[in-house]
């Protein structure tokens, strides 16, 4: 992941002024969440729930998934256009509303809802992470910058794991990895790359006979609010067998660790 501004931008061809805050709606020729108060009633919550696993009951060894519930972010769900750089974010907003619905906050303390990208931009200024220019820039945010923000509006510091074999040391080092946050922290994980560089929430991992699965929830669809049927059919929410990353990748996890001691 990177936060080359310039170069996406030109690949874009769009200027920091042109970029769509909620004040349009986006897409073309289908209908759209316009911004407005309401926006959030439209999110499908628990954009996984009756998918049927990846492997037999004969054949599974271990299977863990997230505890609780959250909402699917993805492109444009709050009429602000992000497509090609906002899909880090989404999955940010998407472990965001786990903390809300799932996580209970530290005592005396309210949840608030999830930050907005600019709010995200602003943040990660705030901590010095990046320059000025980064608010209301198109600069793409990965696991690393997930970490701060998770950090900053919530308390919630994170565990970033590096695998640097791409799916072969993904079915190994972190596929066990995943089981045990799961079974121990119990919430949605950002995952990112190099090549592969996009952003991917990780809600589940199960291991069979013939390798691992992790259940995808992918922030790249855009368009109108779907059902639970049409995310899933649409394969945006699915089970991807690892052995079907690239290799030549290297795979960043952004672990939250919301297991108070």
């Known amino acids: ?14 200027s920091d002024q042109d970029i769509d805050w909620g004040e349009r709606t986006v897409g073309t020729n289908r209908h759209i969440v316009k911004s407005q108060a309401n926006w959030t009633e439209t999110l499908l919550k628990n954009a996984q729930s009756g998918l049927p696993r990846p492997v037999s009951d004969s054949d599974t060894i271990k299977c863990s998934q997230i505890s609780g519930e959250c909402h699917y972010y993805h492109y444009g769900c709050d009429g602000q256009d992000d497509q090609g750089w906002g899909c880090g974010y989404r999955t ?19 949840c ?10 602003q943040a990660l200024v705030e901590m010095g992470d990046k320059p000025k220019s980064f608010s ?26 590096h695998v640097r074999g ?8 972190a596929v066990e990895e995943l089981h045990k946050h799961f079974q121990t922290h119990g919430s949605p994980v950002m995952m990112g790359g190099d090549r592969d560089n ?20 992918d922030p790249h669809y855009h368009g109108s609010p779907l059902g639970r049927t049409e995310v899933q059919g649409g394969g945006w929410v699915s089970w991807k067998k690892v052995s079907t990353l690239d290799h030549s990748s290297f795979y960043n996890l952004c672990l939250p660790q919301t297991l108070r001691k």
């Open 166 to 173: 791409g799916g072969a040391e993904l079915e190994g080092k």
């Open 112 to 121: 608030r809802a999830p930050p907005s990208l600019p709010e995200i931009q």
């Open 198 to 217: 996009s952003s991917k929430g990780i809600l589940g991992v199960c291991t069979g006979g013939q390798g691992s699965y992790l259940l995808v929830m």
């Open 1 to 14: 992941m990177g936060d080359n501004k310039a170069k996406m931008d030109l690949k874009l061809g769009v």
């Open 136 to 161: 209301s820039s198109r600069g793409w945010i990965g696991t690393f910058e997930a970490a701060l923000v998770l950090d900053y509006f919530y308390d919630v510091p994170c565990r970033v794991v």
């Open 92 to 110: 940010v907003q998407t472990i965001s509303s786990w903390l809300c619905l799932s996580w209970c906050p530290p005592k005396d303390q309210s």
